[in-house]
């Protein structure tokens, strides 16, 4: 059975910081892109980062984060991390990861992560 679980969220002051960790089980972990997605109440879900399979490790971000997240993974331990620094308010969300068998390539709306973990929330307070 495939499962992700996401923790780490929380309540932050602006500035401050996180560190997500998503824990995996039930498939070949390094031949996975795994991302981060997050949904903020009343607005769409978008892809935050996302990480190519081990072979590849390249990293992606969308513009709102870069230069303040940083996607890493653990092949050790079948997790993937997202580091958080220097949040501001509009990072409030409820965050996902999610793992495809494939790339990256247009990880904010590709159909094909379609293995999903259950959300953590992050707050930041202004």
């Known amino acids: 059975e495939v499962q992700l679980q996401a923790s780490g969220g929380g309540l932050v002051q602006t500035g401050g910081s996180l560190k997500l960790s998503c824990v995996t089980s039930?498939?070949?972990?390094?031949?996975?892109?795994i991302a981060w997605f997050r949904q903020a109440p009343g607005k769409e879900r978008e892809g935050v980062s996302c990480i190519r399979n081990k072979s590849d490790g390249g990293k992606h971000y969308t513009d709102a984060v870069k230069g303040r997240f940083t996607i890493s993974r653990d092949s050790a331990k079948n997790t993937i991390f997202l580091q958080m620094n220097d949040l501001k308010p509009d990072d409030t969300a409820v965050y996902y990861c999610a793992a495809s068998p494939w790339t990256c390539d247009h990880y904010s709306t590709s159909p094909d992560f379609r293995f999903w973990g259950q959300g953590t929330l992050v707050t930041v307070s202004s």
């Open positions: 039930g498939f070949r972990f390094d031949t996975y892109a």
